[in-house]
């Protein structure tokens, strides 16, 4: 059975490649070393997670193609910039200045130093944003130097921002970094489980972004490689081809998981002259990671000769010793190949290193599993809470709309009310009217007109026609005018109800 690296003992390129990803997605960083009237602006920009994430990525950009005799010059301009504005975290921003310049005067325990103090005060100064670009920072610090877990404790704290400040792209960042701490201790299903949240994320808000595509798609092919899934890593090789406007680190990407296929179907001959290749070509990024491969290549390939001297080499560099995941896999073929050797005095003590570096990992990974516990834990909280807000949300929604429909209700029933009472009081108004108009018809018109007939009938039987009809005519008379205002009375009233 094929012995590829363990996965964290690949880890140097993904360093590289985790720090090419901040810089470039992070920060979204611009080359920009002068302060133009523009960058001031922005610089000076009101919000205050918008500013700091400007001052941020002003200062890493300050000291891109500054030579190293300049980096203490640019490094006084910087601190003379951030003096000269009112900026909230003003202090963090010095910190992480200052550590930006130790790190590349190679002071690499000064410059995490003051990493540490720019958490601290980014954290006094309540700044969430300085908090977890920090961290992040802090926490690639760490992997490079192999301290898995103070890396994985100061990425589960960055994540715990990213969901509060509830910006997409820092939670992005922050899934494939946490990917890469899983990547390299082996947890791949975790691994590929955060990539595929920052994929989500990147087809949901930057499905455009060329850079991240390229990231995303190169770590789950890593993955994939070290899971030996061949049809998975084809197609994400696949995926990177298609990719353009071309660059050098798409080129090395697309070249490198070329040769892991290779590797994995056993073609150790076709892999040796594809890296050896990629070696002499200037475009591709060759590194630790590659020369680890081509030591894989020569071992099955019974190049045993070759494969120690590079084993040999590696295990010299500085940089591999606090890497117990590297180590274990570097000294178990150390061990396979003195003992093909029949040196087995040296294969003893090839496998006795490999053993103790084997238990020094196996403490890692079970520290970094007992994390990785924790960080589930914070999602499945933030998971909660944001359940928890869309349901308040939804409470206040529905109490609101609640009280609309009583409001609508009990405004119809008022209206319904007023109507009701109108129209009671119309019908009593019209009933009394009625009464009104029957008791005037009964009482004086019929009362005038029953006079006036009394009279006319008396002028019938009248026998002194002169002296009685004048006085009767008058009573008519009298009558007559009375009905006559009785008839108006009743008109005038029929009138105002019309």
Not at 15 to 44: D, E, H, M, T, W
Not at 125 to 149: C, M, P, Q, R, W
Not at 296 to 316: C, E, G, M, V
Not at 333 to 341: A, F, H, K, P, T
Request: glycine share 2%; net charge positive.
């Amino acid at each position: 059975m094929m012995v590829f690296l363990n996965s964290a003992g690949a880890g140097m390129v993904k360093n590289i490649s985790c720090l090419v990803f901040i810089l470039f997605i992070f920060f979204s960083l611009r080359a920009q070393s002068p302060v133009s009237g523009n960058i001031l602006k922005n610089l000076q920009t009101k919000d205050k997670n918008a500013q700091q994430k400007e001052w941020v990525a002003y200062i890493a950009n300050s000291f891109q193609n500054v030579t190293t005799g300049m980096l203490g010059s640019q490094k006084e301009k910087n601190d003379a910039l951030l003096e000269k504005y009112n900026i909230g975290g003003k202090m963090a921003l010095e910190y992480f200045n200052e550590s930006i310049y130790q790190q590349l005067s190679l002071h690499q325990e000064d410059s995490k130093y003051y990493m540490h103090k720019a958490v601290q005060a980014a954290g006094k100064s309540n700044s969430d944003y300085l908090s977890h670009a920090f961290l992040n920072f802090l926490a690639y610090k760490e992997t490079e130097e192999g301290n898995v877990i103070e890396a994985v404790s100061n990425y589960r704290m960055a994540k715990k921002y990213a969901v509060k400040l509830n910006d997409p792209r820092l939670e992005l960042v922050t899934d494939v970094n946490i990917s890469d701490v899983f990547y390299k201790n082996a947890f791949y299903k975790q691994s590929l489980s955060y990539l595929k949240q920052a994929e989500n994320l990147s087809v949901k808000f930057f499905p455009n972004d060329l850079r991240i595509k390229i990231v995303i798609y190169y770590n789950k092919a890593e993955n994939f490689f070290k899971m030996r899934e061949i049809d998975s890593l084809s197609e994400y090789n696949d995926k990177l081809k298609k990719l353009f406007p071309a660059s050098n680190r798409l080129f090395t990407y697309q070249n490198r998981t070329g040769y892991y296929l290779s590797l994995l179907h056993h073609d150790y001959k076709g892999a040796i002259a594809m890296i050896n290749m990629m070696r002499r070509d200037k475009r591709f990024d060759f590194n630790d990671r590659d020369l680890q491969n081509l030591a894989d290549a020569y071992y099955f390939s019974n190049q045993t000769d070759s494969a120690r001297a590079i084993i040999n080499r590696l295990l010299a560099k500085p940089s591999f010793a606090n890497h117990p995941e590297i180590k274990l896999h570097l000294y178990d073929v150390l061990g396979r190949i003195s003992e093909q050797q029949k040196d087995y005095k040296t294969a003893a003590l090839d496998y006795k290193i490999s053993l103790q570096q084997s238990e020094d990992n196996m403490s890692r990974i079970t520290q970094v599993n007992s994390i990785s516990s924790l960080i589930k834990v914070d999602e499945l909280e933030n998971y909660y809470s944001q359940k928890d807000q869309i349901y308040k949300r939804e409470q206040i929604l529905l109490i609101l709309a609640i009280v609309f429909t009583l409001l609508i209700i009990l405004i119809i029933a008022a209206f319904y009310s007023v109507v009701k009472q109108k129209r009671r009081y119309e019908k009593l108004l019209f009933n009394a009217e009625k009464e009104e108009l029957a008791f005037i018809n009964s009482h004086d018109v019929r009362r005038h007109l029953t006079n006036i007939m009394g009279l006319i009938e008396v002028l019938d039987v009248c026998k002194n026609k002169d002296e009685e009809c004048t006085q009767v005519k008058k009573y008519l008379y009298s009558s007559v005018q009375e009905l006559d205002k009785a008839i108006i009375n009743i008109s005038e009233k029929l009138d105002a109800n019309l």
